[in-house]
Nanobody, 115 residues
């Protein structure tokens, strides 16, 4: 069984920064891709960023230049550094992992950007 647990969400003012963390545990041998998705109220879940086992990254256009994804395979962690946050970044952010071609999700962490 695989568990993904997010942390680091919260309330921040526009222009501020947050760092999300996701800890993977359980039967996690063979992680292919790890990433972050988000879902705002009334909207569909959307990709924010992902990183492959080889270190290739990909970002949604809306966060390019502001967010950075990284992973620590020794600790089974993935991180999302979010800078220059905007009110439209407000959403529940979910950790995702593709492990041996199966998708796993965390429960999400709320990010609220408001003055």
């Amino acid at each position: 069984q695989v568990q993904l647990v997010e942390s680091g969400g919260g309330l921040v003012q526009p222009g501020g920064s947050l760092r999300l963390s996701c800890a993977a545990s359980g039967s996690i041998f063979g992680i292919n891709v790890m990433g972050w998705y988000r879902q705002a109220p009334g909207k569909e879940r959307e990709l924010v960023a992902f990183i492959t086992s080889g270190g290739t990254t990909n970002y949604a256009d809306s966060v390019k230049g502001r967010f950075a994804i990284s992973r620590d395979d020794a600790e089974n962690m993935v991180y999302l550094q979010m800078n220059s946050l905007k009110p439209e970044d407000t959403a529940v952010h979910y950790c995702h992992a593709n492990i041996r071609f199966r998708d796993y999700w965390g429960r999400g962490t709320q990010v609220t950007v408001s003055s």
